[in-house]
């Protein structure tokens, strides 16, 4: 349905979103959107707000859609909230839970003491919203590093899921089959263009939980090509000597979710209950010397290109001393990775969805580069 034709009642007509909303400052601009800090004047809260020209969805309107679809129904803990949609006559306004605590690495990197406990914490977490979400039907199919943000700047904030522009509400009967997702964390099934399910999901899981213990990827080549064969085979190794001091139950995690045949894989159901997440057996040895070092190296920080603008956050937070306590508000959906979301040769019968990752396959704005150093 082409916007503007109102068949989804939860979206709300505005003549100039500026008589809801304060815009403060830009956090972040995409190939087609940016996304804006703002306080809601009827409450002072703080949000963000990701503002999409309609000229620029023309061709693409099924892609928005189906992101407002699946962020509408959701509501867990660690998932970036939909707050409020607003249309106007030329853009539409997603309204969106402030998440204020930064990225992934740049926490890991900042610590200084880091174990196989702190990052079996961050993968239960990240099983349950993903859980949640499979329960409800809904596939991310783009789970990454880049996609996981703080809640707050906290030293105990919880981890939360963003990024839902190629997620999938799966139907009665329907077969997913286009090939999206990020390269390097994508599942073997969806490079063999078989039909998948949920079980990508988990697969992306163990590639997460994989570089958390040691820094870089289990998968990489500088040729596409070879990067996909070693996928396709689910071919990895736990290299010594960064793996040495991983426990075993770690890499038992992650060969049960990195399992190449789909059927044999843990559902999150199943990881959930694996010891190294519900038991004692994740270590608590330090590992931040080893891990961080690898991230600075395999994920160096693109600073030019970065799409979260998380100092803006926070020193507008400190200027309204709000600190971190503030209950309300919005996020910022990163950004594609260098290598763009995988595209179909062609459109398939099965999906109406183009799965162009939010258009934004023509512009890299990536927060962290994907060609990893070497790790010798």
């Known amino acids: 349905m082409p916007l503007g034709e109102d068949g989804n009642g939860w979206k709300k007509k505005t003549s100039d979103i500026k008589e809801h909303y304060d815009f403060k400052e830009v956090l972040g601009t995409g190939a087609f959107s940016e996304v804006v800090l703002a306080e809601e004047k009827r409450t002072q809260r703080l949000v963000a707000i990701k503002c999409i020209p309609k000229k620029a969805l023309e061709g693409k309107e099924n892609n928005i859609e189906n992101e407002i679809a699946v962020l509408h129904r959701i509501k867990h803990a660690n998932i970036v909230s939909l707050e409020d949609i607003f249309e106007s006559t030329s853009h539409l306004y997603l309204v969106m839970q402030l998440v204020s605590g930064g990225e992934l690495f740049d926490r890991i990197v900042e610590k200084g003491f880091y174990t196989e406990r702190d990052a079996s914490q961050l993968i239960h ?17 783009d789970l990454k590093p880049e996609n996981l943000l703080y809640y707050s700047m906290e030293e105990d904030s919880k981890i939360m899921i963003s990024d839902f522009g190629l ?13 999206c997702g990020t390269p390097g964390y994508v599942a073997p099934e969806v490079l063999a263009q078989k039909p998948y399910s949920k079980a990508v999901d988990c697969w992306s899981i163990g590639v997460i939980s994989y570089i958390l213990l040691c820094g870089y990827p289990p998968f990489y080549d500088e040729n596409d090509a070879k990067l996909f064969e070693q996928i396709l085979k689910a071919e990895y190794e736990f290299d010594s000597p960064y793996w040495d001091d991983i426990s075993d139950s770690a890499k038992d995690f992650i060969c049960h979710l990195m399992e190449k045949d789909p059927l044999k894989r843990y559902t999150c159901e199943q990881a959930l209950q694996h010891p190294w997440i519900c038991g004692d057996t994740a270590l608590d040895k330090n590992i931040h010397e080893s891990v961080s070092a690898q991230i600075k190296k395999n994920f160096a920080k693109s600073k030019w290109k970065q799409a979260f603008n998380a100092t803006a956050v926070v020193r507008h937070m400190r200027k309204l001393q709000l600190g971190t306590s503030l209950e309300g508000p919005s996020q910022i959906t990163p950004t594609s990775p260098c290598h763009g979301h995988l595209l179909p040769e062609e459109e398939e019968e099965e999906e109406e969805d183009d799965d162009l990752g939010n258009g934004e396959e023509e512009s890299c704005n990536c927060t962290y580069c994907c060609r990893p150093a070497s790790r010798v």
């Not at 099983?127 to 809904?138: Q, R, S």
């Not at 997620?167 to 090939?179: D, P």
């Open 167 to 179: 997620s999938k509400i799966e139907g009665a009967g329907s077969v997913m089959s286009t090939a």
């Open 125 to 141: 977490q990240i099983l349950d919203a993903v859980k949640y979400l499979h329960d409800m039907g809904i596939v991310h199919r």
